[in-house]
């Protein structure tokens, strides 16, 4: 935990160093400060998940781990960045002509495969989860990923329920049973003796918001349309497009889609709709997560891509 609040603050020293305006240059010591998350991942056309995140205790014990990673990804150089694929063996290394054949002949794809960590499978019997993956965002190429991260924090009705039509009473901690993960388990797990904790191998606690329903407190996410939803999926083969439509729009009739520009500082600001301490972050990590300034990261990116994209 110790650790984290650490991680947190160098994010923090990281993006007050950066000027907004301009685009920043990365040293070799911050990428850890983004990529050390498991659950980071986007969804890619081809390998279907693509996994961002690095572990990095792990990541300092392979044969390459006293490199920087800048001596083999040569193009990331801006925050932020999409798509920087470019990789090389031999800025310094790697160059007999033995070596040169030998790397010809060994795939570059999965070579951090043994450092990273995501969930493969939550079954949360929710409607979302009929239609939606458990890593669902695709579009807004660098928020994507830290959304995506947060499906493992938290349920789907934290950041898309339609708040004008419930009144949240307070945000609490939900379990999840069977969560299967490819790497490490990780994330929260949480009990009201024994507060947050690292997790067991296959139940996760998540953020979900909490309202009355019939005189008693509940977590609200959506079990009600499940069986309607697993109908929906199995017939709309059939449906036409109309069809289609109407019935999404009755799936989605409670969510809101959050705005990605504002989405970060909804929580991490003094503003933060989630207070922290009454859910059992210490006052240290409270703190740390409100003043984390990364979302001011996802407003560059709006500057910076958009003209030329
Ligand atoms: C401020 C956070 C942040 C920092 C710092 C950062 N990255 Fe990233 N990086 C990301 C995010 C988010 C993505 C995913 C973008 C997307 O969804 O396409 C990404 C994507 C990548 C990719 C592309 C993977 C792919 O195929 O989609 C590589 C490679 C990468 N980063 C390496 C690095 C390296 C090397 C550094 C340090 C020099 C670094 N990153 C620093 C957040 C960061
Ligand atoms: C010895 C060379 C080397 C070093 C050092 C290195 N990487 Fe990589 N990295 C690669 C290769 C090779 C790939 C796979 C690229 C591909 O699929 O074409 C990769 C892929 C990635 C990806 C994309 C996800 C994936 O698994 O394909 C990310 C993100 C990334 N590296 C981040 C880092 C970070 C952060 C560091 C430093 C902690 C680092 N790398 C250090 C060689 C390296
Ligand atoms: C019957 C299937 C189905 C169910 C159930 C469902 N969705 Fe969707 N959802 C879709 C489809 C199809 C789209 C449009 C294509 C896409 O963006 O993936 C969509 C789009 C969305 C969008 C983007 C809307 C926009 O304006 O771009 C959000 C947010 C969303 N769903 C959240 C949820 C949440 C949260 C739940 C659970 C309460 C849920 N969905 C349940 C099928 C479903
Ligand atoms: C931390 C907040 C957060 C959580 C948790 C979250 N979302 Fe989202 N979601 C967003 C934001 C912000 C956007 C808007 C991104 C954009 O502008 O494209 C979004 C967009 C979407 C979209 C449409 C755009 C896309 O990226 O493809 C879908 C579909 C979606 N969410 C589904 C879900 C589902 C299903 C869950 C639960 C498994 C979920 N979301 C959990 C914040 C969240
Ligand atoms: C609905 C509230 C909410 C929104 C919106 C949200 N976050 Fe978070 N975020 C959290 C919570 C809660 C945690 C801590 C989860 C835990 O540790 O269990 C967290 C953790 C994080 C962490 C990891 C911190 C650490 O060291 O554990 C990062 C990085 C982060 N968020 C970035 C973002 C970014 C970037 C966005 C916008 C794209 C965003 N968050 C939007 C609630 C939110």
């Known amino acids: 935990m110790g650790n984290k609040v650490f991680n947190l603050l160098l994010i923090c020293i990281f993006i007050i160093t950066f000027p907004l305006h301009s685009t920043a240059k990365v040293e070799d010591s911050a990428c850890l400060t983004c990529h050390q998350y498991p659950g980071l991942v986007r969804q890619d056309d081809n390998t279907g998940l693509k996994i961002l995140h690095i572990d990095s205790e792990k990541y ?11 001596a083999c990804h040569l193009d990331v150089d801006k925050i932020p960045h999409v798509g920087n694929n470019m990789t090389t063996c031999q800025s310094g290394c790697h160059q007999s002509d033995k070596d040169i054949a030998l790397l010809a002949k060994t795939p570059r794809k999965g070579f951090h495969r043994n450092e990273q960590s995501v969930i493969t499978n939550l079954e949360d019997k ?27 924090y938290m349920v789907c009705e934290v ?23 490819q790497g490490d388990a990780f994330g929260s797990f949480y009990t009201p003796d024994n507060n947050i904790s690292q997790k067991s191998d296959s139940i996760l606690s998540r953020i979900a918001p909490y309202v009355y329903k019939d005189g008693k407190l509940q977590a609200l996410m959506n079990t009600w349309d499940t069986d309607g939803a697993h109908k929906v999926c199995s017939s709309r083969s059939r449906l036409d497009e109309d069809e289609k439509t109407i ?45 984390l300034n990364i979302g001011n990261i996802i407003k560059k990116y709006e500057v910076f891509y958009m003209p030329s994209m």
């Open 60 to 70: 300092r014990t392979t044969p390459h781990g006293h490199l920087d990673c800048k």
């Open 126 to 152: 929710t409607s979302c989860k009929v239609c939606h993956k458990i890593y669902p965002h695709k579009k807004e190429p660098f928020a994507r990923a830290f959304l995506n991260m947060h499906t493992g």
């Open 159 to 181: 950041c898309h329920l339609d708040r004008s039509k419930f009144t949240v009473s307070r945000y609490d901690w939900v379990q999840t049973r069977d969560v299967a993960f």
């Open 247 to 291: 019935e999404i729009r009755h799936y989605h009739r409670d969510v809101v889609k959050m705005e990605h520009t504002t989405a970060c500082v909804e929580c991490h600001s003094s503003m933060s709709m989630i207070d922290f301490s009454s859910l059992g972050f210490t006052t240290e990590q409270a703190v740390a997560l409100k003043n």
